[in-house]
């Protein structure tokens, strides 16, 4: 079986709680019942308390939630948070016992990495440390591989973070040993590492002739730009070039997200080759897929690179660059660049101030036209996918954009 959860909690031994997403809204339920019914504080006056006793515990958020007795030692008890899966020292006066609700199964379950095995045959604390930061609060993917004798046991599960496993990326981090030496293959290397140079895919754009919803991404002259399909547009009128764009930047999202968290364990690029995909830092300090095009400079190395889903460039240091995980290959290019039809440089635009790469171009008409598509809904028409992709482009005014560059002289119509 397959789902979603959201891991809640990673306990100090390397158990992985997790709460199925099917499961939230049951569990929202018996929260507010358990509000509702415990009001104030806990027992007030002496209790025996017994090891594995039932109990709802007074949380430092002042919520109450479901408990269990694990320890009792003097005043303060340690207690497991059976929806949630951590322990904690407890007072006396946060806790009451109860049966209530104990008919209602935990919420979370334990769980272990199928056919793992920590270094040491257990976690060791920076392991715990990584699978915390990594893990908790966070929505994931489960594969469940193997059932527990005793209900009560540990599920061994496969789980993927932004499409990569688990018991993958802790292998590589020398953390565990996974006996499945295929999966940590399929999703343990990195782009880079073998001989055959990988690429990103291209996404499916429109047939000519139909019109989209569309967001400029960056502009290499007024004439020449990229593109992104704008699928949070028309909605109810979504094609299905669109609907797979708006899941793939989805997807896309989630996994760069994660791979931030953990961008630091992917080793620095050492080869150079021109089209190779990569990670990248932009100036935001986050990482972004892109592709190299050339060495800028030699010393200290300095290397062009074009990010992929927007179609900016940057020149950055080889500390910067780093090998990119194949689950980030599947998704394709977000940024298509496109030629807008319908306009060419205006013979009388004497502005001195030129574009130095496409001098037939001014620089006042490079503004104007960032102006005209900045922040804008604009919609393509398609008219051509080869040798060139060529649209006309249109301002939320429903008029053709380069009318703008035309009207102040700085580009002239072309049939």
Known sequence: KIFQAVVSCVGGDGTIYIIPKPFEIALSELMTEIQSTFRGLG?????????GEPCVVRGSDTVWYRGKVVEVNGSTLQVQYIDRGYT?????CHMYPTRFYTGIPPFCIPCQLYKTSPVGNFWQQDAVDCL????????????????????????SISLYFGGMSLSSFMAQQKYCIAEDCQDIRKLGLFAGDVPVLPAYMLPPLPAPGDTFPVRVTHLVSPKEVYICLDASENLTKQSATERAASNDAESLDEALKWCNKIVKSFPLLTSF???????????????????????????????????VDYGTYLVAPINRLRHIPYCLLKYPVQAVRVLLAGFKPSSDDKNTERIPYSPEWSLKALR???????????????????????????GDDKNLIHLKLVEMGLAELDE
């Open 43 to 51: 027992l007030l006056i002496p209790y025996c308390w017994k090891k």
């Open 88 to 92: 904690e020292s407890i007072p006396q």
């Open 132 to 155: 915390q930061e990594l893990l908790t609060n966070e929505e994931v993917e489960v594969h469940v591989e193997e059932l527990p004798d005793n209900p009560w046991d540990k599920l």
């Open 273 to 307: 080759v021109k089209e190779l995909p990569c990670l990248a830092e932009y100036l935001d300090g986050l990482w972004y897929r892109a592709k190299l095009l050339s060495v800028t400079q030699f010393v200290p190395v300095h290397i062009l690179v074009q990010f």
């Open 368 to 394: 104007v036209m960032e102006d005209c598509v900045e922040g804008k809904c604009l919609s393509a028409s398609m008219l051509t996918l080869s040798p060139e992709v060529t649209v006309s482009l249109y």
